[in-house]
């Protein structure tokens, strides 16, 4: 059977702000520059998942697309609308920088997967803006 990669991009649009609390206003100024205000900033992220798997002789699918989107929009979910900081509870004590989001979003995306064990989330690809993202991958 062969296996092939399946892509699938989502949207969603949150607020944060990069501020550790231990640190003075000139030590976060200093870390973060312009990600850092006290109010915060918004983005609207795109989120891409690589799901890996065999080609069903059936279905000529690895996995059903409405499945794939039901996983990246309950994950994506918790963060769409919200400011990070004050409205989901694991960034109220970490900052939610583009890398810790995409932690963040692996961890719930893997949850959700123990369904498909026939599949692997390989990688995701989360941007921030048009030319920032961070890539995580599995393994």
């Known amino acids: 059977m062969s296996r092939c990669t399946l892509s699938r991009k989502v949207h969603f649009s949150c607020l944060h702000k ?7 206003e000139k030590e976060n100024i200093e870390t973060f520059g312009a990600c850092y205000t006290k109010h915060g900033h918004g983005h609207s992220y795109e989120l891409v998942g690589y ?8 279905t000529g ?15 994506t979910s918790e963060l769409d609308g919200k400011h990070l900081n004050f409205e989901v509870e694991k960034f109220k004590t970490k900052v939610p920088t583009t890398e810790n989001l995409v932690l963040h979003l ?18 995701l690809r989360l941007y921030e803006t048009e030319d920032l993202w961070v890539e995580w991958e599995n393994g």
């Open 51 to 58: 799901f890996s798997g065999k080609i069903d002789e059936e």
């Open 18 to 24: 990069y501020e550790v609390d231990s640190f003075s």
């Open 61 to 75: 699918m690895i996995i059903n697309l409405k499945d794939v989107d039901d996983i990246l929009k309950t994950a």
């Open 106 to 123: 692996a961890d719930h995306i893997l949850g959700s997967m123990k369904s498909f064990p026939q599949i692997e989330l390989t990688r």
